[in-house]
Protein backbone atom coordinates (compact mmCIF):
# COMPACT_ATOMS: atom_id res chain seq x y z
CA UNK A 1 0.00 0.00 0.00
CA UNK A 2 1.55 3.50 -1.44
CA UNK A 3 0.48 6.49 1.23
CA UNK A 4 0.98 9.87 0.86
CA UNK A 5 0.81 11.80 4.33
CA UNK A 6 -0.05 15.83 4.09
CA UNK A 7 1.91 17.70 6.60
CA UNK A 8 4.24 14.90 7.35
CA UNK A 9 7.28 17.33 9.03
CA UNK A 10 5.21 18.94 11.38
CA UNK A 11 4.19 18.40 14.87
CA UNK A 12 1.92 15.64 14.55
CA UNK A 13 2.74 14.42 11.10
CA UNK A 14 5.77 13.77 12.09
CA UNK A 15 4.82 11.20 14.44
CA UNK A 16 2.34 9.46 12.19
CA UNK A 17 4.90 9.24 9.45
CA UNK A 18 7.51 7.62 11.84
CA UNK A 19 4.56 5.51 13.07
CA UNK A 20 3.54 4.59 10.11
CA UNK A 21 6.88 3.77 9.01
CA UNK A 22 8.20 1.60 11.80
CA UNK A 23 5.17 0.19 12.07
CA UNK A 24 4.00 -0.79 8.60
CA UNK A 25 7.27 -2.19 7.09
CA UNK A 26 5.41 -3.46 3.68
CA UNK A 27 3.33 0.35 3.45
CA UNK A 28 5.21 2.83 1.17
CA UNK A 29 5.16 6.24 3.00
CA UNK A 30 5.46 9.26 0.99
CA UNK A 31 5.99 12.61 3.46
CA UNK A 32 4.78 15.52 1.12
CA UNK A 33 5.44 18.61 2.74
CA UNK A 34 6.01 22.63 1.95
CA UNK A 35 8.47 23.01 4.94
CA UNK A 36 6.95 25.80 5.85
CA UNK A 37 7.94 27.82 9.53
CA UNK A 38 6.23 24.88 11.16
CA UNK A 39 8.00 22.10 9.33
CA UNK A 40 10.90 20.64 9.94
CA UNK A 41 12.95 17.44 8.48
CA UNK A 42 15.01 17.37 11.96
CA UNK A 43 11.83 15.53 13.30
CA UNK A 44 12.50 12.59 11.35
CA UNK A 45 15.87 12.51 10.89
CA UNK A 46 15.39 8.96 12.85
CA UNK A 47 13.62 7.24 10.55
CA UNK A 48 14.91 9.05 7.23
CA UNK A 49 16.80 6.13 6.44
CA UNK A 50 14.20 3.95 5.75
CA UNK A 51 13.53 1.91 2.70
CA UNK A 52 9.77 2.55 2.99
CA UNK A 53 9.92 6.49 3.79
CA UNK A 54 10.07 9.20 0.83
CA UNK A 55 9.72 12.72 1.61
CA UNK A 56 8.40 14.84 -1.10
CA UNK A 57 8.63 19.17 -0.76
CA UNK A 58 5.74 20.44 -2.60
CA UNK A 59 2.85 23.05 -1.90
CA UNK A 60 -0.83 21.57 -1.83
CA UNK A 61 -1.72 25.18 -3.25
CA UNK A 62 0.63 24.24 -6.35
CA UNK A 63 -2.78 22.02 -8.52
CA UNK A 64 -0.11 21.63 -11.40
CA UNK A 65 2.47 19.67 -8.80
CA UNK A 66 -0.69 17.35 -7.61
CA UNK A 67 -1.83 16.57 -10.71
CA UNK A 68 2.04 15.52 -11.47
CA UNK A 69 2.77 13.85 -8.33
CA UNK A 70 -0.54 11.82 -8.13
CA UNK A 71 -0.94 10.94 -11.24
CA UNK A 72 2.92 9.34 -11.40
CA UNK A 73 2.05 8.00 -7.97
CA UNK A 74 -1.32 6.42 -8.05
CA UNK A 75 -1.59 6.67 -4.07
CA UNK A 76 -3.11 3.80 -2.73
CA UNK A 77 -4.41 6.23 0.16
CA UNK A 78 -4.16 9.88 1.74
CA UNK A 79 -3.90 11.05 5.45
CA UNK A 80 -3.87 14.88 5.44
CA UNK A 81 -2.81 16.99 7.93
CA UNK A 82 -1.03 19.64 6.30
CA UNK A 83 -2.41 22.76 7.31
CA UNK A 84 -1.50 26.07 8.93
CA UNK A 85 -2.14 25.34 12.41
CA UNK A 86 -1.89 28.30 14.81
CA UNK A 87 -4.93 30.26 15.72
CA UNK A 88 -3.39 33.58 16.58
CA UNK A 89 -1.10 33.42 13.32
CA UNK A 90 -4.77 32.55 11.47
CA UNK A 91 -6.22 36.24 13.53
CA UNK A 92 -3.46 37.98 11.72
CA UNK A 93 -3.57 36.22 8.47
CA UNK A 94 -6.79 34.72 7.52
CA UNK A 95 -6.33 34.02 3.80
CA UNK A 96 -3.09 32.09 4.23
CA UNK A 97 -5.37 29.41 6.28
CA UNK A 98 -7.86 29.61 3.59
CA UNK A 99 -4.93 29.11 1.12
CA UNK A 100 -3.53 25.92 2.52
CA UNK A 101 -6.67 24.62 4.27
CA UNK A 102 -9.19 25.10 2.22
CA UNK A 103 -7.77 25.32 -1.40
CA UNK A 104 -4.92 23.02 -0.38
CA UNK A 105 -7.71 20.16 0.94
CA UNK A 106 -9.59 20.64 -2.21
CA UNK A 107 -6.98 20.72 -4.66
CA UNK A 108 -5.57 16.98 -2.86
CA UNK A 109 -9.26 15.77 -3.00
CA UNK A 110 -9.28 16.33 -6.98
CA UNK A 111 -5.87 15.18 -7.54
CA UNK A 112 -6.87 11.84 -5.17
CA UNK A 113 -10.46 11.58 -7.17
CA UNK A 114 -8.81 11.56 -10.30
CA UNK A 115 -5.63 9.67 -9.48
CA UNK A 116 -6.76 6.88 -7.58
CA UNK A 117 -6.64 3.25 -9.33
CA UNK A 118 -7.07 1.09 -5.65
CA UNK A 119 -11.24 0.84 -5.18
CA UNK A 120 -10.50 0.07 -1.58
CA UNK A 121 -8.35 3.36 -1.28
CA UNK A 122 -9.53 6.32 0.61
CA UNK A 123 -8.42 10.06 2.41
CA UNK A 124 -8.47 10.50 5.69
CA UNK A 125 -8.47 14.06 6.43
CA UNK A 126 -7.47 15.15 10.09
CA UNK A 127 -9.00 17.60 11.64
CA UNK A 128 -9.85 19.64 15.24
CA UNK A 129 -12.29 19.73 17.79
CA UNK A 130 -12.11 23.50 17.42
CA UNK A 131 -14.73 23.79 14.40
CA UNK A 132 -17.30 22.90 17.02
CA UNK A 133 -17.07 26.18 18.89
CA UNK A 134 -16.90 27.35 22.14
CA UNK A 135 -18.58 25.11 25.32
CA UNK A 136 -19.57 26.44 28.48
CA UNK A 137 -19.05 24.96 31.72
CA UNK A 138 -21.53 21.99 30.72
CA UNK A 139 -21.37 19.41 28.08
CA UNK A 140 -18.31 17.82 25.20
CA UNK A 141 -18.25 17.47 22.13
CA UNK A 142 -20.22 14.73 20.07
CA UNK A 143 -19.79 13.56 16.52
CA UNK A 144 -23.16 15.31 15.63
CA UNK A 145 -22.42 18.67 17.43
CA UNK A 146 -23.24 21.36 15.09
CA UNK A 147 -20.58 23.18 13.26
CA UNK A 148 -19.90 26.57 15.08
CA UNK A 149 -16.46 27.82 14.45
CA UNK A 150 -15.32 31.11 15.85
CA UNK A 151 -11.56 31.79 14.14
CA UNK A 152 -10.17 32.15 11.30
CA UNK A 153 -8.31 28.97 12.14
CA UNK A 154 -11.65 26.94 12.51
CA UNK A 155 -13.46 28.33 10.11
CA UNK A 156 -10.83 27.27 7.26
CA UNK A 157 -10.53 23.44 8.99
CA UNK A 158 -14.44 23.32 9.28
CA UNK A 159 -14.30 24.40 5.56
CA UNK A 160 -12.08 21.77 4.84
CA UNK A 161 -14.30 19.00 6.43
CA UNK A 162 -17.24 20.01 4.69
CA UNK A 163 -15.46 19.62 1.34
CA UNK A 164 -14.26 16.17 2.45
CA UNK A 165 -17.39 15.40 3.17
CA UNK A 166 -19.23 16.56 0.45
CA UNK A 167 -16.80 14.42 -1.93
CA UNK A 168 -18.15 11.59 -0.37
CA UNK A 169 -21.75 12.68 -0.82
CA UNK A 170 -20.97 14.07 -4.49
CA UNK A 171 -18.54 11.64 -5.86
CA UNK A 172 -18.77 8.71 -3.70
CA UNK A 173 -14.67 9.20 -2.64
CA UNK A 174 -14.60 6.94 0.26
CA UNK A 175 -13.40 9.64 3.52
CA UNK A 176 -12.44 9.49 6.95
CA UNK A 177 -12.07 12.20 9.35
CA UNK A 178 -11.61 12.41 12.76
CA UNK A 179 -11.54 15.43 15.01
CA UNK A 180 -8.78 16.12 17.75
CA UNK A 181 -8.44 18.19 20.97
CA UNK A 182 -5.46 20.00 21.39
CA UNK A 183 -2.14 18.03 21.69
CA UNK A 184 0.75 17.97 23.35
CA UNK A 185 4.21 16.72 23.24
CA UNK A 186 7.80 16.59 21.73
CA UNK A 187 8.13 18.43 18.25
CA UNK A 188 5.99 20.89 19.17
CA UNK A 189 7.00 24.32 17.52
CA UNK A 190 7.03 26.75 20.18
CA UNK A 191 4.12 29.32 19.29
CA UNK A 192 1.54 26.98 21.25
CA UNK A 193 1.11 27.25 24.48
CA UNK A 194 2.79 24.25 26.16
CA UNK A 195 6.18 24.51 24.26
CA UNK A 196 6.27 27.75 24.65
CA UNK A 197 6.03 28.38 27.78
CA UNK A 198 8.77 25.65 28.29
CA UNK A 199 11.20 27.51 26.38
CA UNK A 200 10.41 30.98 28.34
CA UNK A 201 11.12 29.31 31.26
CA UNK A 202 13.71 27.84 29.97
CA UNK A 203 15.09 31.42 29.28
CA UNK A 204 13.04 33.22 32.25
CA UNK A 205 11.21 35.28 30.00
CA UNK A 206 7.59 36.41 30.73
CA UNK A 207 4.98 33.67 30.21
CA UNK A 208 1.61 35.59 28.34
CA UNK A 209 -1.37 34.48 30.24
CA UNK A 210 -4.00 35.57 27.80
CA UNK A 211 -7.16 37.31 29.89
CA UNK A 212 -7.63 35.68 33.02
CA UNK A 213 -6.57 32.17 32.13
CA UNK A 214 -9.55 30.82 32.76
CA UNK A 215 -10.29 29.20 29.45
CA UNK A 216 -10.28 25.60 29.62
CA UNK A 217 -8.49 22.78 26.89
CA UNK A 218 -8.21 18.76 26.47
CA UNK A 219 -4.89 17.64 26.43
CA UNK A 220 -3.86 14.47 24.51
CA UNK A 221 -0.24 13.03 23.97
CA UNK A 222 1.05 13.54 20.68
CA UNK A 223 1.31 9.95 20.20
CA UNK A 224 -1.78 8.93 21.65
CA UNK A 225 -3.32 10.85 18.94
CA UNK A 226 -1.28 8.96 16.26
CA UNK A 227 -2.69 5.65 17.99
CA UNK A 228 -6.01 7.19 17.21
CA UNK A 229 -5.07 7.97 13.63
CA UNK A 230 -3.62 4.30 13.06
CA UNK A 231 -6.72 2.55 14.55
CA UNK A 232 -9.13 5.16 12.37
CA UNK A 233 -6.78 4.60 9.15
CA UNK A 234 -7.36 0.89 9.87
CA UNK A 235 -11.10 0.38 11.06
CA UNK A 236 -13.14 3.03 10.71
CA UNK A 237 -15.63 3.02 9.07
CA UNK A 238 -16.46 5.41 5.18
CA UNK A 239 -18.11 8.90 5.28
CA UNK A 240 -17.63 8.61 9.56
CA UNK A 241 -16.81 11.16 11.77
CA UNK A 242 -14.46 10.32 15.15
CA UNK A 243 -13.73 12.29 18.00
CA UNK A 244 -10.62 12.19 19.96
CA UNK A 245 -9.72 12.99 23.32
CA UNK A 246 -7.66 13.22 26.35
CA UNK A 247 -10.40 12.98 29.16
CA UNK A 248 -8.43 15.56 30.37
CA UNK A 249 -9.27 19.23 31.10
CA UNK A 250 -7.61 21.69 32.74
CA UNK A 251 -7.90 25.51 32.79
CA UNK A 252 -4.85 27.24 31.07
CA UNK A 253 -3.52 28.68 34.68
CA UNK A 254 -3.87 25.43 36.44
CA UNK A 255 -1.92 24.35 33.09
CA UNK A 256 0.62 26.96 33.84
CA UNK A 257 1.33 26.24 37.20
CA UNK A 258 2.03 22.50 36.78
CA UNK A 259 4.89 23.00 34.01
CA UNK A 260 5.80 26.08 36.49
CA UNK A 261 6.00 23.41 38.86
CA UNK A 262 7.68 20.87 37.04
CA UNK A 263 10.18 22.98 35.25
CA UNK A 264 11.81 23.71 38.57
CA UNK A 265 12.25 20.60 39.51
CA UNK A 266 13.50 19.23 35.86
CA UNK A 267 15.68 22.91 36.15
CA UNK A 268 16.95 22.30 39.73
CA UNK A 269 15.81 26.11 40.80
CA UNK A 270 13.76 27.01 44.12
CA UNK A 271 9.84 26.23 44.26
CA UNK A 272 8.35 29.18 43.19
CA UNK A 273 10.75 30.51 40.38
CA UNK A 274 9.19 30.16 37.75
CA UNK A 275 5.21 31.30 38.81
CA UNK A 276 7.01 34.48 39.08
CA UNK A 277 6.78 35.03 35.22
CA UNK A 278 3.41 34.56 35.06
CA UNK A 279 2.02 37.83 33.37
CA UNK A 280 -1.69 38.61 32.12
CA UNK A 281 -1.70 40.31 29.01
CA UNK A 282 -4.90 41.03 26.98
CA UNK A 283 -6.98 38.31 25.92
CA UNK A 284 -7.21 36.83 22.21
CA UNK A 285 -9.51 38.01 20.27
CA UNK A 286 -13.01 35.58 19.97
CA UNK A 287 -11.27 33.36 22.39
CA UNK A 288 -12.90 30.31 22.65
CA UNK A 289 -13.91 29.66 26.61
CA UNK A 290 -14.10 25.69 26.94
CA UNK A 291 -13.18 22.12 24.33
CA UNK A 292 -13.77 19.41 25.68
CA UNK A 293 -14.03 16.27 23.78
CA UNK A 294 -16.23 12.86 24.29
CA UNK A 295 -14.65 10.52 22.22
CA UNK A 296 -17.09 7.18 23.21
CA UNK A 297 -17.66 6.54 19.57
CA UNK A 298 -14.25 6.11 19.08
CA UNK A 299 -13.46 4.02 22.12
CA UNK A 300 -16.81 1.69 21.98
CA UNK A 301 -16.39 1.08 18.35
CA UNK A 302 -12.66 1.02 17.32
CA UNK A 303 -11.11 0.12 21.05
CA UNK A 304 -8.90 2.87 20.92
CA UNK A 305 -7.61 4.03 24.41
CA UNK A 306 -5.63 7.08 25.26
CA UNK A 307 -1.90 5.56 26.99
CA UNK A 308 -0.64 8.21 29.47
CA UNK A 309 -1.33 10.14 32.08
CA UNK A 310 -1.06 13.93 32.08
CA UNK A 311 1.58 14.54 34.79
CA UNK A 312 3.39 11.57 32.97
CA UNK A 313 3.24 12.82 29.45
CA UNK A 314 4.11 16.47 30.56
CA UNK A 315 7.02 15.42 32.06
CA UNK A 316 8.63 13.19 29.36
CA UNK A 317 7.64 16.17 26.90
CA UNK A 318 9.67 18.49 29.12
CA UNK A 319 12.19 16.24 29.16
CA UNK A 320 12.46 16.04 25.59
CA UNK A 321 12.91 20.23 25.11
CA UNK A 322 15.96 19.66 27.63
CA UNK A 323 17.33 17.21 25.88
CA UNK A 324 17.15 19.32 22.82
CA UNK A 325 18.21 22.00 23.03
CA UNK A 326 19.88 22.87 19.20
CA UNK A 327 15.94 21.87 17.92
CA UNK A 328 14.84 24.75 20.04
CA UNK A 329 17.34 27.02 19.30
CA UNK A 330 17.17 26.41 15.31
CA UNK A 331 13.49 27.10 15.32
CA UNK A 332 13.41 30.02 17.93
CA UNK A 333 16.03 31.81 15.33
CA UNK A 334 15.17 34.07 12.35
CA UNK A 335 11.54 34.89 11.39
CA UNK A 336 10.53 33.38 15.13
CA UNK A 337 12.12 36.89 17.05
CA UNK A 338 9.97 38.77 14.16
CA UNK A 339 6.54 36.45 14.89
CA UNK A 340 7.15 36.85 18.56
CA UNK A 341 7.88 40.74 18.80
CA UNK A 342 4.21 41.43 16.32
CA UNK A 343 2.61 38.79 18.75
CA UNK A 344 3.52 39.79 22.50
CA UNK A 345 5.04 43.14 22.16
CA UNK A 346 2.26 45.29 22.59
CA UNK A 347 -0.17 42.73 24.50
P1 LIG B 1 1.97 22.05 12.31
O1 LIG B 1 1.70 23.48 12.06
O2 LIG B 1 2.96 21.63 13.34
O3 LIG B 1 2.43 21.34 10.95
C1 LIG B 1 1.80 21.58 9.73
C2 LIG B 1 2.66 20.97 8.63
O4 LIG B 1 2.00 21.23 7.36
C3 LIG B 1 4.07 21.57 8.53
O5 LIG B 1 5.02 20.55 8.35
C4 LIG B 1 3.99 22.46 7.29
O6 LIG B 1 5.24 22.60 6.62
C5 LIG B 1 2.97 21.71 6.45
N1 LIG B 1 2.29 22.62 5.49
C6 LIG B 1 1.72 23.82 5.77
N2 LIG B 1 1.22 24.37 4.64
C7 LIG B 1 1.48 23.48 3.64
C8 LIG B 1 1.19 23.48 2.25
N3 LIG B 1 0.57 24.51 1.66
N4 LIG B 1 1.57 22.41 1.51
C9 LIG B 1 2.21 21.36 2.10
N5 LIG B 1 2.51 21.32 3.41
C10 LIG B 1 2.16 22.37 4.17
O7 LIG B 1 0.53 21.41 12.61
P2 LIG B 1 0.12 20.23 13.60
O8 LIG B 1 -0.11 20.79 14.93
O9 LIG B 1 1.05 19.10 13.43
O10 LIG B 1 -1.30 19.84 13.00
C11 LIG B 1 -1.42 18.88 11.96
C12 LIG B 1 -2.89 18.72 11.61
O11 LIG B 1 -3.63 18.31 12.75
C13 LIG B 1 -3.54 20.02 11.13
O12 LIG B 1 -4.42 19.71 10.08
C14 LIG B 1 -4.29 20.52 12.34
O13 LIG B 1 -5.41 21.28 11.95
C15 LIG B 1 -4.69 19.22 13.00
N6 LIG B 1 -4.86 19.28 14.47
C16 LIG B 1 -3.90 19.84 15.26
C17 LIG B 1 -4.07 19.82 16.65
C18 LIG B 1 -3.02 20.37 17.59
O14 LIG B 1 -3.24 20.40 18.80
N7 LIG B 1 -1.88 20.79 17.12
C19 LIG B 1 -5.22 19.26 17.21
C20 LIG B 1 -6.18 18.70 16.35
C21 LIG B 1 -5.98 18.70 14.98
P1 LIG C 1 -2.84 27.19 21.82
O1 LIG C 1 -1.70 26.32 22.25
O2 LIG C 1 -2.57 28.32 20.88
O3 LIG C 1 -3.96 26.22 21.23
P2 LIG C 1 -5.51 26.54 20.81
O4 LIG C 1 -5.69 28.00 20.70
O5 LIG C 1 -5.61 25.88 19.47
O6 LIG C 1 -6.35 25.92 21.86
O7 LIG C 1 -3.50 27.81 23.11
C1 LIG C 1 -3.97 26.99 24.16
C2 LIG C 1 -4.61 27.92 25.20
O8 LIG C 1 -3.60 28.74 25.77
C3 LIG C 1 -5.63 28.87 24.58
O9 LIG C 1 -6.71 29.03 25.49
C4 LIG C 1 -4.87 30.18 24.44
C5 LIG C 1 -3.87 30.13 25.59
N1 LIG C 1 -2.58 30.82 25.35
C6 LIG C 1 -2.10 31.75 26.26
O10 LIG C 1 -2.72 32.02 27.29
N2 LIG C 1 -0.90 32.36 26.00
C7 LIG C 1 -0.18 32.08 24.88
O11 LIG C 1 0.91 32.71 24.69
C8 LIG C 1 -0.67 31.11 23.95
C9 LIG C 1 0.09 30.77 22.71
C10 LIG C 1 -1.88 30.49 24.23
Known sequence: MKIVITGGAGFIGSHVVRRFVTKYPTYQIINLDKLTYAGNLENLKDIEHYDNYRFVKGDIVDQAFLETLFSEEKFDAVIHLAAES????????????????????????????????????????????????????????????????????????????????????????????????????????????????????????????YGKGENVRDWLFVEDHASAIDVIFHKGAFGETYNIGGNNEWTNIALVKLLCKLMDQKLGRPEGDAVKLITYVTDRAGHDYRYAIDSTKLMTKLGWRPSLQFAEGLSKTIDWYLANEDWLNNVTSGAYTEYYKEQYENR
Open 86 to 209: HVDRSISNPLEFVMTNVVGTVNLLNAFKKHRTNEKGFFYHVSTDEVYGELTDEGKFLETTPYSPNSPYSASKASSDHFVRAYHETYDLPVKISNCSNNYGSHHFPEKLIPLFINNIKNKKPLPV
